[in-house]
């Protein structure tokens, strides 16, 4: 419902320009990714392909603004262009034929369009596809895609009356049988079977819902699955690519069933994103959390693991993720982001989804701070049994974005929850004398000094950042 510009026709048209067709298979430098989005919510990461054409509206008019030479890790670039829906067709041929010719070929690394857009700059690039064109084009209008992206699960009313019906696939695992089984809703609907980029199948033309949802297909894939696993993309890994470095399908899957039984939410939507390497197939610059494969070393072995990454967003014009937590080993990755999600339950405003909450997080709080409390609780819950939990404070507006001042309010914090009282009665702790809660907290005691140098009267002696934190508690765990 949230649809204004139908984009299949348009879809059709531009298929048929190179489908069967010799002139255009396999001349392209390399491939080259096509989104339309005709929609207000931004269901098909439309900021992150190639050749991108975003609803927006110019001058009360529907069309769409170019955007283009996304790839993983980038953001497709404004072009600066307003495209109506009649020009789309030719507007992707004028870009198709430009990377066709001009596209890089000589190196496999550097021959998507992004590539050729940063060489001769995009202003170039626009004035080469008016050429193409043979008529000027219009400035871009204001883009349209405000709303949540990524795929809504239960159903989905459609125009004519029908219903879409979300069937949730865990990771995209899916067999062939599954495939007759969707096949067979979709037919004697008379609809049709979608396939989502968050890997999940949606059939559309349903009117008898009861019926349809009574089929073996949903029993095997909810239709109104835990938010863990509605929103779940996971990329091949080391199954089915050679570069994968761990699993991760299955890793996606478990960490989604942790959560759902550890942290249960409801009505919220969650998108964790998985790569099993760093070419990022698994999107995940663009999930609310994102995980990428990697190997860690660990009491003199080399483990598996993830990094991860946070704060991608779908709505506005998109953003990337960046760093949270590096080399966390996979099994503890779970434990790591349940901390999160038990912040994002207990302080999330009404059904705000991750993203947003996570784009209020950062408003306060750095990226190390962040990652710091998933640590700490992790450490206090499940490794310690201490109730010395570190709790986000988001009624307090903006931020330093200062380690030192972070680090700081999260010693005294703790000390507070712990002994009740703040290591300091005033603002200004060098005026006092210091305090000793040692023997107030002695379930502390392994952590006194490190807790001590956190809230230090002096900042010349205070810690500074969160990595020699992190350090100090891995010098304690391997001396353990
Ligand atoms: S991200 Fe890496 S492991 Fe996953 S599909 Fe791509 S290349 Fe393969």
Known sequence: ??????????????????????????????????????????????????FALALAQKEGIYGFNLYLGGRVGFLAQDADMFVLPSQATAVFVAVASLFKTYGFRDNRNKNRLKFLIDAVGMAEFRDAIEKQLGFAMPSSGETLCASEGGDHYGKIA??????????????????????SDAAEVAASANGALRFTIEQNLIITGVRDETNALSSPLFVKYPNRPSPYMANLIACAGTEHCPFGVIPNKPDAIEMGEYLARVVPIQDAKIRLYWSACIKGCGIHGAGDLGFVGCKVPHNGKTVLGVDIFMGGTLSGEGGEGHLLLKGIILEEAKEYIAELMVQYRDHRIGKESLEKFITRLKVRYTNHAIGFVMRWNRLMRLENNV??????????????????????????????????????????????????????????AEYASILEKMVEPNPLKRSVVFTEIVVELKKLASEQ
């Not at 984009?7 to 392209?28: G, S, V, Y």
């Not at 219903?163 to 049988?177: D, E, H, K, N, T």
């Not at 507006?397 to 300091?424: K, L, M």
Request: aromatic fraction near 10%; proline fraction near 5%; charged fraction near 25%.
């Open 158 to 179: 459609l125009n004519d009356g029908s219903f879409a019906l979300y069937a949730a696939v865990p990771s995209g695992v899916f067999s062939g049988s599954d495939l």
């Open 1 to 50: 419902m949230d649809n204004i510009i139908k984009c299949r026709p348009i879809m059709d048209e531009i298929q048929a320009i190179f489908l069967k067709n010799d002139d255009w298979i396999t001349t392209l430098p390399r491939k080259f990714n096509i989104g339309i989005s005709g929609s207000l919510s931004n269901r098909c990461n439309i900021f992150g392909q190639d």
């Open 387 to 444: 109730d010395a939990m570190l709790s986000f404070n988001l009624k307090k507006q903006g931020g330093s974005h200062r380690e030192q001042d972070e680090i700081f309010e999260f010693g005294t914090q703790i000390i507070h929850g712990v002994t009740g009282e703040n290591p300091y009665d005033t603002d200004e702790p060098l005026a006092e004398e210091k305090k000793s809660y040692r023997h107030k907290a002695p379930e502390l």
